[in-house]
């Protein structure tokens, strides 16, 4: 039997990863990454906004200047298996462009979940593919992962980097 958590129940609802278009675009290999390639949990459950999971990504520029972009979900941690499982409701961010190609971008989505019954948890984290589109066709890929060490005093949107966020009551 497949468990699944809902929205209505949890918040969340599992489905397996679905791969990325099979499209002919390099991925950047992981030694090839730049200080500037990264994803975090900007937002944990915050007293203002009980629920909410916030991720931040950073895309630096690429060579000849392709358009980046990005698709941001979010995967919960299923207590049986202690896999991580896509949520299929609510925690998929849908393609964005968030810049032009000339410049290091940042850019991201908050996801709000129902919390969860007392005495319970939810771990999260982001899942984000990158691509480098020119003329509207991917030339690089990239697929992060949220990690910790991000945070920046000055930037109100960084005040916070983790790797995962639990959502508990």
């Known amino acids: 039997m497949r468990h699944r958590?809902?929205?209505?129940?949890?918040?969340?609802?599992?489905i397996l990863m679905a791969g990325l278009a099979t499209a002919a675009a390099p991925t950047v290999a992981e030694s090839a990454r730049t200080p500037d390639l990264w994803a975090t949990v900007n937002a944990c459950d915050p007293p203002g906004h009980p629920g909410a999971v916030g991720i931040r990504v950073s895309i630096p520029r690429a060579k000849n200047s392709p358009q980046q972009w990005a698709l941001i979900r979010l995967q919960y941690l299923d207590s049986a298996t202690k896999k991580w499982k896509l949520?299929?409701?609510?925690g998929d961010s849908g393609w964005a462009k968030l810049g032009g190609g000339r410049r290091v971008v940042l850019g991201g989505t908050t996801f709000t979940f129902p919390l969860p019954p007392a005495g319970s948890r939810i771990v999260v984290r982001g899942v984000v593919s990158v691509e480098w589109r020119r003329h509207g066709r991917p030339v690089a890929r990239a697929r992060l992962l949220t990690e910790a060490r991000h945070q920046n005093p000055k930037d109100p949107l960084l005040q916070v980097s983790q790797r995962s966020c639990v959502i508990r009551r």
């Open 87 to 90: 949520v299929l409701s609510g």
């Open 5 to 14: 958590l809902t929205l209505r129940s949890l918040g969340l609802t599992a």
